[in-house]
Each structure stands twice: as structure tokens, then as C-alpha cells.
């Protein structure tokens, strides 16, 4: 069975500056990677997504990953936080070929401040 | 638009008081889900389906029950509620096994 670790649970940064989410994974190939964000009162909604192929992902928003195998990582980055990005940030591993199987982190809670 | 929605928003209720909440996606979706979501926990699968007629547990699917009698919608039942059943729940579909989900805005039960 997967596992997705988000050692986070706060994160605090400065408008204009850069983030870098943490997210681990436990799977013994290759999953799918995804990040979703959920804003106060919403539901979640998906940022990117990782299957196969180039490791660096691009997603909506500014958003982008690393997929990095060595490391079982899968990081989302931001080059610059707006107060807009006020949210929580959920990790995901889905196993291939298993149904539905997505296993979510306990999410990253991001404040920004001016 | 492209949506899943989930009635009600909010709903308080006593413990036992069955309880039915509804779910419904416009994309012709053939797979649904059901998740809760609670503080340092996240997000926990109670059930999914794979099409009309086939569900299956989750990792938490005691005390929930859900029926899949029409591809759109995928209603969360739970017989007689308890105080642990109070959390945020979450419809989510997707069109294929692994596809990114969409979710549904949530239902915010409690249960006294």
C-alpha cells in the first residue's frame, strides 16, 4: 500500500517570496503524483499532475513539482507567493492499474503575509 | 459547466437520525468516491465505484453506506449517525481509474 508523507502541516512566507511544499511518498514503483489545493469553504481542486515522462511539471497558477525518484519526493514549488495562495495543499500517490487507490497526505496549511 | 455538486452544505443532526447525502456530477463520470476530511488526518476514501451498480470499501467504510443506481449521482448514506461520523465529506468523480478527481464543495455534518 502507498503512503504520502507531508512533513508540513504550517508553512508562513512573505508575499513575493518563494515556497517550496514537501511532499514524500512510500510505493514500490513508480506512482501517480498530484497536488491538489483547497481554498477555505471549497472543495479540492488540482494544481498538477505527474504519470510519466519529464520529471518537472507544470501546473495552473504558477505551480510546478519535481518528481524525483531517487528521493521518493515530489516538492511543489512557486518562484513567487501571492495572497491569493493563502490555502491548504494536499499531496497525492495513486497506485497504476489500481482502481481509484489515491492516498492523500494531511496537507500543508500555507499563510501568507504582506 | 462541468461540476460535481453535493446537498447539503451543511447539516447538523442527532446521533441515530439517518441521513442521506447527495451527490451528482454533470461529466459522465464513470468513477465516484466518497472522502472525509479531519484535522491531521486528510483525506480518508470511505467508498468509491466503478460504474452503475459497483461499489467497494474504502479505507473507512464503517457505518456509511452508498448506492450507485444511475451514473451521476452516488449518495452517502448513513443509517444512524454517531458523534465520530462529524467531519467535512467530500464527492469527488473522475472519467478513468487514475484520472485527476474533481470534488465536489464539500458537506460539513455534525452529529450531537
Known amino acids: 500500500a502507498q503512503s504520502v508523507t507531508q512533513p508540513d502541516i504550517h508553512i508562513t512566507v512573505s508575499e513575493g517570496a518563494s515556497l517550496e511544499l514537501r511532499c514524500n511518498y512510500s510505493?514500490?514503483?513508480?506512482?501517480?503524483l498530484f497536488w491538489y489545493v483547497q481554498s477555505p469553504g471549497q472543495g479540492l481542486q488540482l494544481l498538477l499532475k505527474?504519470?510519466?515522462?519529464?520529471?518537472l511539471v507544470q501546473g495552473i497558477k504558477g505551480f510546478e513539482a519535481e518528481f524525483k525518484r531517487s528521493q521518493s519526493s515530489f516538492n511543489l514549488r512557486k518562484p513567487s507567493v501571492h495572497w491569493s495562495d493563502a490555502a491548504e495543499y494536499f499531496c497525492a500517490v495513486g497506485a497504476p492499474g489500481g482502481y481509484q487507490k489515491v492516498t492523500f497526505g494531511i496537507g500543508t496549511k500555507l499563510q501568507v503575509i504582506p | 459547466e462541468a461540476q460535481v455538486t453535493q446537498n447539503p452544505r451543511y447539516l447538523i443532526t442527532v446521533t441515530g437520525k439517518k441521513l442521506t447525502v447527495t451527490c451528482s456530477q454533470n461529466?459522465?463520470?464513470?468513477?465516484m468516491s466518497w472522502y472525509r476530511q479531519d484535522p491531521g488526518l486528510g483525506l480518508r476514501q470511505i467508498y468509491y465505484?466503478?460504474?452503475?451498480?459497483?461499489?467497494d470499501k474504502g479505507d473507512v467504510p464503517e457505518g456509511y453506506k452508498v448506492s450507485r443506481k444511475e451514473k451521476r449521482n452516488f449518495p452517502l448514506i448513513l443509517e444512524s449517525p454517531s458523534p465520530n461520523q462529524t467531519s467535512l465529506y467530500f464527492c469527488?468523480?473522475?472519467?478513468?481509474?487514475?484520472?485527476?478527481?474533481?470534488f465536489g464543495n464539500g458537506t460539513r455534518l455534525t452529529v450531537t
Open positions: 461529466m459522465n463520470h464513470e468513477y
Open positions: 510505493y514500490g514503483a513508480t506512482p501517480y
Open positions: 505527474y504519470f510519466s515522462g519529464d520529471t
Open positions: 465505484s466503478m460504474n452503475v451498480e459497483v461499489t
Open positions: 469527488a468523480s473522475s472519467s478513468t481509474q487514475n484520472s485527476p478527481l474533481h
